[in-house]
């Protein structure tokens, strides 16, 4: 019997017959097709009749199915890896685990982005993100570590640092924010309090989110003609590129001194941001054994995209 034509009407931006069914079309084709009226008329999607049609006329109109199956691919991984998190969440607060996650990296990185795709699903009751301005008077006269030291996880909470006390590590030094005495009683500090961390119980998590010089100029770029962005811009960006390599010394300072066995350095290659933010949930995912670890989930992250700092690693930043 011939197949009849199936015709298609449009409900809530969703593709249905007139009985109000879904045609022959698989889920991926549905999500693209929900997404296609930019590409396809009203009256080309009213003549479908299976996927294999919808995906031809996509290929007609040199729509990018590849990229677009990447985009959906990661939706779907970052679903289930959220789900993951909250499972680590519920557990850690069963648990009374105190865990704190650091994210650091040049400006542009993408660690706020990261964090928001960590917290999306969370119980915000026990989680925060830290993201400290500018030291009050009366904090610039504390010890340095003191008002970090106040943000340190509860039990049974987990708390994502969006920048830490390793702003005197890079970001003050190379902008002159603290004197060269600061700076050096900072880094010989640092290993100690993050040693009293360890043996108090907090899992301590440091990520380097890493990108090139031209990703960085590219997302700043990115950033100046995008109103939902502009407000991420700064003076001390608009110097980052400038500085490069004041930065880069820095940075590799930080990493010979504070990258040790109870507190490593991970770090992200981060060009790619969507697999930077997948790859990092991996990792945070695979070092904790919490309940019911769904073992069909692909948790062990990228060793392209995630390292351990090491002195003799090729570097894109």
């Known amino acids: 019997m011939k197949n009849k034509k199936i015709k298609l009407v449009s409900t809530g931006g969703k593709a249905v017959n007139k009985a109000g069914v879904m045609p022959d079309i698989d889920s991926t084709a549905e999500m693209l097709m929900n997404t296609a009226e930019d590409v396809l008329t009203k009256e080309e999607l009213l003549e479908l009749q299976s996927s294999r049609d919808f995906f031809g006329l996509l290929k007609k109109k040199d729509f990018r199915l590849k990229k677009f199956k990447k985009a959906l691919e990661y939706e779907e991984d970052l679903r289930l890896l959220q789900g993951e998190l909250v499972k680590l969440q519920r557990w850690a607060q069963e648990e009374q685990r105190r865990i704190a996650i650091i994210y650091e990296g040049r400006d542009a990185a993408g660690k706020g982005g990261t964090i928001r795709r960590f917290v999306e699903h969370m119980n915000p009751r026990a989680m925060r993100i830290v993201a400290l301005p500018k030291p009050s008077e009366a904090e610039v006269g504390q010890w340095y570590f003191q008002r970090y030291a106040k943000q340190l996880p509860n039990k049974g909470e987990i708390v994502f640092f969006d920048r830490s006390w390793y702003n005197r590590a890079v970001v003050e030094p190379v902008n002159k924010f603290c004197t060269e005495k600061q700076y050096k009683q900072f880094m010989r500090q640092v290993p100690e309090f993050e040693h009293m961390l360890y043996e108090d119980g907090i899992d301590l998590i440091k990520f380097w989110f890493s990108i090139s010089k031209e990703e960085q100029l590219n997302r700043f770029a990115s950033r100046k003609t995008n109103p939902l962005k502009v407000w991420k811009l700064s003076p001390i960006d608009e110097r980052a590129q400038e500085l490069w390599d004041d930065y880069t010394k820095y940075k590799q300072m930080m990493f ?31 070092s904790f054994d919490y309940d ?26």
């Open 256 to 286: 010979s001194k504070t990258h040790t066995t109870f507190s490593p350095w991970i770090i992200v290659q981060a060009n790619d941001k969507k697999r930077a933010r997948l790859e990092s949930i991996r990792h945070v995912l695979s």
């Open 292 to 317: 019911s670890k769904d073992n069909a989930i692909t948790l062990l992250p990228d060793p392209n995209i995630i390292t351990r700092y090491h002195r003799s690693a090729i570097s894109i930043d």
